[in-house]
C-alpha cells in the first residue's frame, strides 16, 4: 500500500512568493495497524535490543515504576527527514512511561530516547522476552503495532513564526479567509487557511515544523551548549482533524482512506494533541526536550 497526501489546495508560494524561502521537508511516517518485526521501523512492535543490554526502566518513584513501554523505533534509511543520530547511529527507539507522574508538575510525560548502530547488535532480544507493561495509568500510552508507510512532504513554518512583511500579510489573509467563511455562512473549515492547511503536516513525521497550537512557539535552544534545537520527531495523536482534513492520505487508487485510520496507533498525547520531540543541531548527543502541545 501507498499512502499519498493530496495536493494542497492552493498554491502557497505563489500566494506568498517569500515562503520560498522558509520551505522545508518533513516524512509523514503513516502508520497503519501491521505486524512489524524487529528489523522494521514501526509503532508498537517489538525492537532491535541487545540481549546483554538492560531494558530501560523509569528512574522516578510513584505506585508502579518498571520496565518503560516501547513507543516506536525509525531506521534512517527508511525515513528521509529523521535527522542524524550521534556518532553515526542509525536507529532512533523511542520509550516512554506509562504513568503521568513526572516532572516539576508531577503530572507530566516521561519519555526516553535511545540511538543505536544497529549493524552492532549481534544477538538480539527475542520478541516474547522484551517487557510488556502489566499495569498502566493511561490506555493512550500503549500503542497498537504498526508497520510505517513513509511519505516525504512540503512544509512551511508555523504562523506566529513569521515576522515582517511577509508574517503581516499571510495574517491578514488568514482572517480575510476566515470572515469570508462566515458571511457566507459556512464552517471556518470549509475555505483553506495556511495554518490548517499549507504549512504543516499533522500527524506522526519525522523533521519538518514544529506545530504550537496550544502554547504559541517556545524556547528550544539546547540546553547543554546554547545551539538552536530541530524537530526531530512529532508523535500525534490523530493523523488529521476536521480542521486538517486536507492532509488526509489516501491509498493508492482508492478515493477513501480506511476507517478509523486518523488514529490508528491508539495513543493519545496530552489532552490528545501532540509531542514535539526536539535535538540538538550542533550535537545530536545532547540531551532532547520534549514539549507537549
Known sequence: MILTTPARPLDVEALFPGLAAHRGTATRLHPRAGSPGAGDSHVGGPLLWPADEPWPACDEQHEHSGPLLA???????????????????????VFWCPFDRHGPTGHG??????????????????????????????????????????????????????????????????????EAAYEAGEDSCALPSYQSDLSIAPGWKAGGHAAWNVTGPGTTDCRGCGHGMELLLTIDTYEWRSDSASWRPAPEGEAVPQTGSNRPTGVAVGNYGKLNVFACAGDPAHPHRFVVQ
Do not use: N
Open 109 to 178: 510525560m516521561h519519555v526516553r530516547l535511545r540511538w543505536r548502530r544497529s549493524a552492532e547488535v549481534r544477538e538480539a532480544l527475542p520478541r516474547q522476552q522484551q517487557p510488556q507493561a502489566t499495569v498502566v495509568g493511561f490506555d493512550g500510552y500503549v500503542p497498537k503495532p504498526c508497520v510505517l508507510y513513509p511519505e516525504r512532504v512540503t512544509e512551511y513554518p508555523y504562523i506566529e513564526l513569521l515576522t515582517g512583511e511577509l508574517g503581516e500579510r499571510v495574517g491578514e489573509w488568514e482572517e480575510a479567509q476566515e
Open 71 to 93: 513507543v516506536a523505533q525509525l531506521y534512517s534509511g527508511d525515513v528521509p527527514d529523521l535527522p542524524a543520530g550521534p556518532d553515526g547511529c542509525d536507529l532512533l527507539q
